[in-house]
């Protein structure tokens, strides 16, 4: 064979990814790429709810979420919903109706849970701080005295931020005891550092499309001893009714009609994660978003949060683009990210590891970041992202 022989030809040299060649890839921040197997395990089936074998199930299920909170003394209630469904579940389980309550916000999930106390008819009061900033523990702290709860966003996916929890918890429950504390961990579950038993926390929210890795359409609500004891709440509930629903699931059942085989395929979903202990778990998701982070300032981005959530990596675009553009051209590579949500939908762009991933995936997004950003005009260095991604993830 010639050494011509083993030159490429035309056709194996082209300039530019081939759409039609490239893998789908989920790089949103909720929902996110899953398991095949769980994916699989979903093709079984249907089974009825009122069963032994489904009882089993949801019992497993149930045991496999509170180990991967950390807190095997709390309850956990599966709900067919999403995280928003669980969260009211939580706020109407227990805050009466009319009761004051403290809203901290500094994004838009912060913001929603402020709304949703206002339509149920909490007397809302509300800390603030700009989208992309942390909250301050003693200005929340502050403002709590009086209050029946606090409604709080630990990892707030709209800006990439992670709001220091335990310490706004500390501070909080040191000028109200009586306070509860209910936490939308959405995306900080699985992800980030969470530590509920010994932070003093009463509630937890989250949902089954984003460290989980599993489909959208289960929420769940993580309740300490303290906030069972409280459990009773707004008089106007149905569906999302707490108590009703904890006096089922501690049987197996559920009060309604479940979503039996998205819960079965809990098992499989959670199994990597329970693999390891919880503190490796933490600091390899804190090490993929930090390569993609790097990834981006190699590009000319920078950071959009102040102290970035390990479940989302929020980027500001490089001067003259904006970040609806950077998401389109990510999903012309056959990656989908999502851009900044209203009124920062063109300031920022958002990719995630919080899924089915592993740290050659990160390499892989920084490579699909620097080609995004080249397809739209940016001044790069070939290879630079991929070389960053890579030092934070061998450091």
Known sequence: MSSHDLQPGPSSRPSEPVGALLRPRLLAPGPVETDPRTMLSLAQPQIH??????????????????RLLGAPSWEVLIMTSSGTGAFETALLGLVPEGA??????????G???????????????????PWGESLDPQEVAAACGGMRALLITHSETSTGALHDLGAIARAAKQVNPELLIIVDAVTS??????????WDLDTVISGSQKAVAGPPGLGFVFLSPRAVSRLGGHTHRYYFDARKELASQQKGETAQTPAINLIASLSSS????????????????????????AAGEALGCRPFASRPSPAVAALVPPEGISGKQVAGALASLGARAAAGQAPH???LFRISMMGY??????LGAAGLLEDALVSLGAAVTRGAAVSRAWSVLSS
């Open 357 to 362: 991933f592993d740290r050659y995936d990160a």
């Open 49 to 66: 709810h009122r069963t032994p074998e489904a009882r089993a199930i949801v019992q497993e299920a149930r045991d496999r979420l509170r």
């Open 270 to 293: 959670t199994e990597r994660l329970l693999s390891v202990p919880l503190d490796v778990l933490w600091a390899e998701k804190a090490r993929l978003n930090a390569a993609l982070l």
């Open 111 to 129: 913001e929603r849970w402020g709304e949703m106390a206002r339509a149920f008819g909490y007397v809302v009061s509300s800390v603030k701080k």
């Open 345 to 347: 939908q063109d300031d």
């Open 189 to 198: 579950y699985g992800v980030a550092e969470l530590r509920p038993e010994e």
């Open 100 to 109: 004051p309550v403290l809203v901290a916000s500094a994004g838009k999930f």
